[in-house]
């Protein structure tokens, strides 16, 4: 299935998924964290991963369902798939808000930042103050630039209806709060949302008392912290279809 959910967010509430990969992990990164295992396919190659066809009879055939958002997650990363710009067209006959949560990589090209357009709320990745971390940390395709990367960042938050900052913080980042708060008051993003894998990991997550303390170094930000934010209760249209992207 490529629309799968909705899931329970503590960022996005009721998220209604649309996975534009849909396969083994494909993805430009292969983050230590990450809850899908490592990255079978590590590339920067945009092309269609699913037909346009199939999401279009997906998304036409969809039952009832109680959901707040839209949102472009899955097995890998979404800005990979070339059509992301028409799924983006072509999910607002739902009438809900979109989201896309993207490691931010391909952020340097006009087509990606064109489509992102399309996409009512943006929610980047960004794990490290510096190329040193970003490797240790997302282990990236060896192509791309952090530097590069922040630069992509700060275009598309100018252009974004609204554009959140997703940090996930673990051992290998903790100490480095304070200048990533300065990377994001550059970026001017509209919101940071503090992480920690509390879902299954390869990485232990940081204790509720850690993550308060790297919540100060974002004072005067619009902040949302993982420990004081709760999902809300869904029921998914295939519960395994939810597991194979979110496993428990």
């Excluded at 970026?187 to 509720?208: D, F």
Aim: a neutral charge; one cysteine or more.
């Amino acid at each position: 299935m490529i629309v799968y959910g909705p899931v329970a967010s503590w960022r996005l509430g009721r998220s209604l998924g649309i996975d534009l990969i849909n396969s083994a992990k494909t993805c430009s990164f292969d983050c230590i964290y990450c809850q899908l295992g490592r990255t079978v396919h590590l590339t920067i190659e945009r092309k269609k991963f699913v037909e346009d066809e199939d999401i279009m009879r997906e998304i036409d055939s969809l039952p009832p369902v109680k959901a707040d958002v839209v949102t472009f997650s899955g097995t890998g990363e979404p800005t990979l798939a070339k059509n992301l710009g028409m799924a983006a067209e072509y999910v607002k006959k739902l009438n809900l808000p979109t989201a896309i949560l993207t490691n931010s990589s391909l952020f340097w090209r006009e087509d990606v930042r064109e489509d992102l357009k399309k996409i009512d709320w943006i929610i980047a990745k960004l794990d490290a103050p510096d190329e040193k971390i970003f490797r240790k940390i997302n282990r990236p395709h060896e192509s791309i630039d952090f530097d590069e990367m922040i630069e992509g960042m700060k275009k598309v938050a100018r252009n974004a209806k609204k554009f959140s900052l997703q940090m996930m913080f673990v051992k290998e980042n903790a100490l480095y709060a304070s200048e990533m708060a300065e990377i994001a008051k550059e970026i001017k993003a509209h919101e940071i949302q503090l992480n920690t894998p509390l879902r299954k990991s390869p990485v232990k997550p940081l204790s509720k008392k850690d993550m308060e303390k790297i919540a100060e170094y974002f004072e005067g930000m619009n902040v949302k912290e993982v420990y004081s934010s709760s999902p809300p209760e869904v029921k998914p249209i295939d519960y395994m279809e939810v597991l194979r992207r979110r496993p428990e």
